[in-house]
């Protein structure tokens, strides 16, 4: 079930605001001072502090036998990290784009994932895969997918998608903490970053302890009545814009994010749309055999009764252009988000 604004609320009692990327590396730093089994690698990590700030202030701290850089091989650092932490350490890797997964998706599917399975339960794979995901900057067709649906189609894996700094930060603590692999997928968009402006929104109350949000737990980041919207990443923040611009028209849509794939919090999903009877699901992944159909999907198994419309928005099955306006025309905006839920609301 979701942990609805409840999180959020407790989150504003600081004044203390922090970007979704500084949220990320204050909950690694914490976990690196907790456990010295928590390390760090990936390309561009350590003198860099990654190329969208996932990683910066680390080497300084904790120097470069626990913040490495490493050769361009995914599949070399990849599978070392699988056998980190089947050896008893905690690994966090990243992946620069997720877009690189191929060339290491042995190591990632078929050993961290599975090893467990494979072995019996003689051992886990306590490891954080990170990544950056998402467009919106033109970056063409081989940096700019997002790919949720290809790593929660494939079973082993938890997948995490955080859309707020608040969010980023718990769900890191909770990642790092899991004796299971979890892919915790970032959006550029939504770090912070001085030379891709984020929406408003990412940026949250952060506070200094730590925290964890349990996965499989949604958050409705916006109540309503007349249709529900279910996104996850950087749309949660274009569809909280779109609901935002229809209550004037006295259009009240309700806005859930997922925050979790694996586990995916269907019951929050089913609870509204029994409540509201029509369902819009926006995504930035592709359209077929994707997130957008795994919803509906299981909207309709288990509230059929009470759903009367459903619509979803995602990128069409075609790779991303580089183009600014090609690309800008396949992402869903907002502005096709608010018409989408006008239809429905008709």
């Known amino acids: 079930m979701a942990t609805e604004s ?3 609320t407790e989150a504003t009692e600081t004044d203390r605001e922090l970007t979704m990327s500084r949220a990320m590396v204050e909950a690694i730093a ?3 001072r907790e456990n010295e089994e928590v390390f760090y690698m990936g390309e561009d990590v350590a003198d860099y502090g990654g190329i969208f700030s996932s990683t910066t202030g680390l080497l300084d701290e904790f120097g470069r036998d626990r ?10 650092f990849l599978g070392a990290a699988v056998g980190a932490a089947q050896a008893g350490m905690r ?4 992946l620069m784009f997720v877009d690189f997964f191929g060339v290491a998706m042995d190591q990632i599917y078929n050993n961290m994932a599975k090893n467990t399975y494979m072995s019996g339960g003689s051992f886990s794979v306590p490891m954080v895969l990170t990544t950056a995901v998402g467009g919106t900057y033109n970056d063409a067709g081989q940096h700019s997918q997002t790919l949720y649906g290809t790593f929660a189609h494939l079973p082993g894996m938890k997948v995490v998608v955080p859309s707020t700094a608040y969010d980023a930060k718990g769900l ?13 997928m970032f959006h550029k968009r939504l770090m912070g970053l001085g030379w891709m402006p984020s929406p408003t929104g990412p940026k949250t109350p952060v506070p200094e302890e730590d925290y964890t949000i349990p996965f499989g737990e949604a958050d409705i980041k916006r109540h309503g009545n007349d249709v529900t919207v279910v996104t996850l990443g950087l749309h949660v923040h274009r569809s909280l814009e779109a609901a935002s611009q229809l209550e004037d028209d006295g259009i009240d849509a309700e806005v859930i994010d997922l925050r979790t794939l694996v586990p995916l919090d269907t019951e929050t999903v089913l609870d509204s749309v029994r409540k509201t009877g029509k369902l819009l699901v926006v995504d930035e992944d592709y359209q ?3 997130v957008t159909g795994e919803i509906i999907a299981r909207a309709a198994e288990g509230a059929l009764d009470d759903l009367s419309a459903v619509k979803r928005l995602a990128i069409p099955d075609v790779p991303i252009p580089y183009a600014r306006s090609l690309e800008d025309e396949v992402n869903p905006s907002t502005d096709k988000i608010a018409a989408a839920i006008r239809e429905l609301h008709e």
Not at 67 to 76: G, K, L, N, Y
């Open 172 to 184: 890191m603590h909770s990642a790092i903490r899991d004796d299971d692999p979890v892919v915790y």
């Open 288 to 290: 077929s055999f994707g």
């Open 6 to 8: 409840r999180d959020i």
């Open 91 to 94: 690994p966090i890797a990243e």
């Open 30 to 32: 914490w976990e690196m």
């Open 67 to 76: 913040v490495m850089d490493v050769p361009i091989s995914e599949t070399a």
